[in-house]
C-alpha cells in the first residue's frame, strides 16, 4: 500500500522581522499557516535578509528575529509539525539568489510595484539590495521545491516573478524548480488601517492607532477600536465599505461567524456598541497568543534549539536544489 501514501505538497512563507506583528499579520498569515501544519510540509521563515533592504537598527533586528520566532509559535504553529528557521541560518537563499539574478531581466524588476512604492518612500536608500528583493524572494521559495506560496494579495506579483524566474530557468537548463502557485486561504483576508481604511493594516504605519499589535494589551485594543474611523452611516452593514466593512472582516475573522450573521447580531445597535464589540473580541483572540508569548520570549534557549534544528532541516533541503543548480549552469565542483 505504499504507493497510496502521496507525499505532502510543500508550503514556504516568511515574515521580516522588520517591526512588532500586527493583527493583519495574525488573521491574514500566521493563523492560516497553523491551519496549513497538518495537511502540508510547511517552511516557515524569518527572512532577516529582506529586512537589511530598508534601514535596521543591528540590535533591535537581532532582538525581532527571536520576537518574530516567539509570535509565529504563540500564534499556534508548531515547531514539531514545520520547519521554524531564519534566512541567514541557511547560506543558501543567498548563494541560490546571486544564480537567480543572473536568470532575471532589468526591465522585470523596474516593473515591480512594491520596488516603485519602497523606492518612493526611501528616496534617500534605493539600494540594489531593494531592487533585487524579488530575486531572493524566489530564491526562498524555489529552494524547498515549494508547490504553494501563502501571502496577502499585496505579495502576488512577487510569486508571479518568481514563476517567470523558474520557467525561464528551467527552459535555459533543464526541468529544475517546481512553478510555485500563490495560495490565498479562507483566513487570508486583508484587514486595513483602522485609521485610513482604503490603506493595508501596516506595522510600519506611523499613527500607531490605525494597526492592533498582536502584543497590544486589552485597554489598548479596546481603545484603538473606539478610534477606528468608520462612516456617516449609523447601521452595521458590509455593503457600506470601507471603515465598518473593515471591522466586520475582523469581528467574522475573531468570532468565526459570517458577516450575515454579525449584521443581524448588530441590528439596532449603533456604530459604537459595534466597535466595543469588535475590540472585545479581537482582545480576547489575542490574548492567550500574548501570554504564551511572554513565556516563550523568556527561553532563549528553548527558542534557539528550534532555529538550530529548524535550519539543518531546512539545510538538507537547500543545499539539495543548490546543487543541482550549481551542476545545471556548470559550475565546475571538486570530488570529495
Ligand atoms: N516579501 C514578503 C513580505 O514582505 C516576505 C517574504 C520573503 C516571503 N520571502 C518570502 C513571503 C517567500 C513568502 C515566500 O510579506
Given at each position: 500500500m505504499a504507493g497510496e501514501t502521496e507525499k505532502k505538497k510543500i508550503i514556504f512563507s516568511g515574515v521580516q522581522p522588520s517591526g512588532n506583528l500586527t493583527l493583519g499579520n495574525y488573521l491574514g498569515a500566521l493563523k492560516n499557516w497553523s491551519i496549513l501544519q497538518d495537511e502540508y510540509n510547511c517552511f516557515y521563515c524569518v527572512v532577516d535578509m529582506h529586512a537589511i533592504t530598508v534601514k535596521q537598527e543591528p540590535a533591535s533586528l537581532r532582538r525581532r528575529t527571536l520576537e518574530t520566532l516567539a509570535v509565529y509559535i504563540a500564534s499556534g504553529i508548531d515547531p514539531e509539525k514545520v520547519t521554524l528557521f531564519v534566512q541567514s541560518h541557511v547560506s543558501a537563499h543567498a548563494e541560490l539568489a546571486w544564480v537567480l539574478n543572473c536568470s532575471t531581466m532589468f526591465g522585470e524588476l523596474s516593473r515591480m510595484t512594491q520596488f516603485k512604492d519602497k523606492s518612493a518612500k526611501n528616496e534617500s536608500n534605493i539600494n540594489a539590495g531593494l531592487?533585487?528583493?524579488?530575486?531572493?524572494?524566489?530564491?526562498?521559495?524555489?529552494l524547498y521545491q515549494t508547490d504553494l506560496v501563502p501571502v496577502g494579495a499585496d505579495q502576488k506579483q512577487h510569486i508571479e516573478i518568481a514563476r517567470d524566474i523558474a520557467e525561464r530557468f528551467n527552459n535555459t537548463y533543464s526541468p529544475t524548480f517546481v512553478i510555485p502557485e500563490p495560495y490565498i486561504g479562507k483566513t487570508g483576508m486583508r484587514i486595513m488601517s483602522l485609521t485610513e481604511p482604503d490603506k493595508k493594516m501596516s506595522k510600519s504605519d506611523e499613527n500607531a492607532n490605525s494597526y492592533i499589535l498582536i502584543l497590544d494589551d486589552k485597554d489598548t485594543i479596546i481603545k484603538k477600536f473606539k478610534r477606528a474611523v468608520t462612516d456617516s452611516n449609523t447601521v452595521v452593514r458590509y455593503e457600506n465599505g470601507g471603515g465598518i466593512a473593515n471591522l466586520l472582516n475582523i469581528y467574522c475573522s475573531c468570532t468565526g461567524k459570517t458577516i450575515e450573521e454579525a449584521e443581524k447580531e448588530f441590528e439596532g445597535k449603533g456604530y459604537g456598541d459595534f466597535k466595543l464589540a469588535v475590540g472585545e473580541v479581537c482582545a480576547d483572540s489575542l490574548e492567550p497568543v500574548r501570554q504564551k508569548f511572554d513565556e516563550?520570549?523568556?527561553?532563549?534557549?528553548?527558542?534557539?534549539?528550534?532555529?538550530?534544528?529548524?535550519?539543518?532541516?531546512?539545510?538538507?533541503?537547500?543545499y539539495k536544489t543548490l546543487d543541482k543548480v550549481y551542476r545545471k549552469v556548470g559550475?565546475?565542483?571538486?570530488?570529495r
Open positions: 531592487f533585487t528583493y524579488p530575486v531572493l524572494m524566489a530564491a526562498d521559495i524555489l516563550l520570549i523568556k527561553d532563549t534557549a528553548y527558542l534557539e534549539s528550534i532555529l538550530k534544528s529548524g535550519a539543518e532541516k531546512a539545510s538538507r533541503q537547500a559550475f565546475y565542483k571538486l570530488p
